[in-house]
Each structure stands twice: as C-alpha cells, then as structure tokens.
C-alpha cells in the first residue's frame, strides 16, 4: 500500500488548481459561488483573516449588518458543489480544496469564521502516473481585460477604471507613453486588494511588447 502524502500543496499549486476548476462547466454556471471560491482562497493565501463581513462587503455590497445571510446561503451551496466536483470529475484531481461545514465549530475552540476558511490537501487518489515530471513551471497568473475583472469582482467597468488610474492592486496599464491608458487585470491581486478596501497600490506597467505581454 502507498503511503498517503497528507502535506499541503504549495500555494502555486492551489492556485492553478483553482484556474482550473473555475474555468470548468461546473462553476462556470455559477458566478457567485466561483468569486466566494476565489476570494477566500486569495485572502487565506495572503494569511489574512477571514470575516463574514469582509466576504460581504467584496461580494454583497448592500449588505446591511456584519452578518450576511447571502454569505452563509452562497457558503452552504459552494460546499456542496464542492463535494459533487470531487465525487465526480475532481475525483482524480491532485489538489482538494473544501470549506469546513460550520456544524463542526459548534462545541469547539473553533471560531464560527472557521467555516470560511478553505481548506487545502493532496488527493490521495490522484494516479500519480499521469505526472508529468518533465512539465515545464506554469506560467504566471493571465491578464482580463476590464470587462472580465469588473464582472468577476461584481463592480462597473467605469469604477474599476477609476480604481485602476487611483493606484489599485493588481490594475496593470499596457504599454508606456500614451494619453489613454489600456488596463488590464490580475484577478487575484484585484480580488485580494478590493478585499482590504482598495488600498491603492502604485501599478506596474506592461509593456506592449515581448514576451511578457499580456494577450
């Protein structure tokens, strides 16, 4: 019998699992549950805490108390869809990702945000022969265009824009030397950064040329 590799993947691996999965049929048809998905996962990476008013006010800007039943409801649904995947077509992924049922926490030490916490482990049904040991590294994190980063974070295009010009993470104009900018978006970083607020960051340019241009 193998020896089971409980470790926890590294944060990269998580990431291009989550890529995968969002970009799959199964999340693709629900928006909300993938930007809950994404969310916690970028802050619990970036070890931050995880409030149910923070995942709110990214997601549910018209929430109106620190407790959000839209929250609880679009956690309870992304735990089951979670399940399906793994008992279906993540049966042999490498990576699991799961949120704990809150029914756990109750009687505990836990605390209650707990349950918004993903947790991450290695599949230990994933057939380790269809590794490809010779796979080149992943490339980095793909740049959106604003349309696609202003509906994956739930905001209008126009205010995305404004953050962007304002110095927000993850907001990447392309090229140098022109009056009007072309932004473009890391979704990760957005994610994370409207997260804490939008605190803005001084943004990187991407040069419209060479290998490291965005398509």
């Not at 992924?93 to 009687?107: E, N």
Request: aromatic share 8%.
């Amino acid at each position: 019998m193998m020896p089971v590799d409980v470790s926890i993947p590294k944060p990269e691996e998580i990431r291009q699992h989550l890529e995968y999965m969002l970009c799959g049929k199964r999340f693709k048809g629900a928006p909300s549950q993938s930007q809950f998905l994404a969310l916690v996962i970028t802050l619990a990476l970036a070890g931050e805490e995880i409030k149910e008013s923070t995942i709110a006010a990214a997601l549910f800007p018209n929430y109106l108390s620190n407790e959000s039943a839209d929250v609880r409801v679009t956690a309870l649904n992304l735990r089951n869809r979670l399940r399906r995947y793994y008992a279906q077509e993540g049966s042999q992924d490498r990576v699991i990702i799961s949120l704990p049922d809150p029914q756990h926490c109750k009687g505990t030490n836990l605390s209650p945000r707990t349950a918004y916490t993903p947790l991450f482990a290695y599949n230990p049904r994933f057939d380790r022969q269809h590794e490809n040991p010779d796979r080149q590294p992943s490339a980095p994190e793909p740049f959106v265009c604003a349309a696609k980063a202003a509906h994956f974070v739930d905001v209008n295009r126009r205010y995305l824009l404004v953050l962007a010009r304002n110095g927000i993470a993850g907001a990447y104009p392309l090229g140098t030397g022109t009056k009007r900018k072309i932004w473009v978006f890391r979704l990760s970083e957005l994610a994370s950064a409207i997260a804490r607020g939008g605190d803005p960051q001084k943004p990187k340019t991407v040069r419209s040329s060479g290998s490291g241009s965005p398509r």
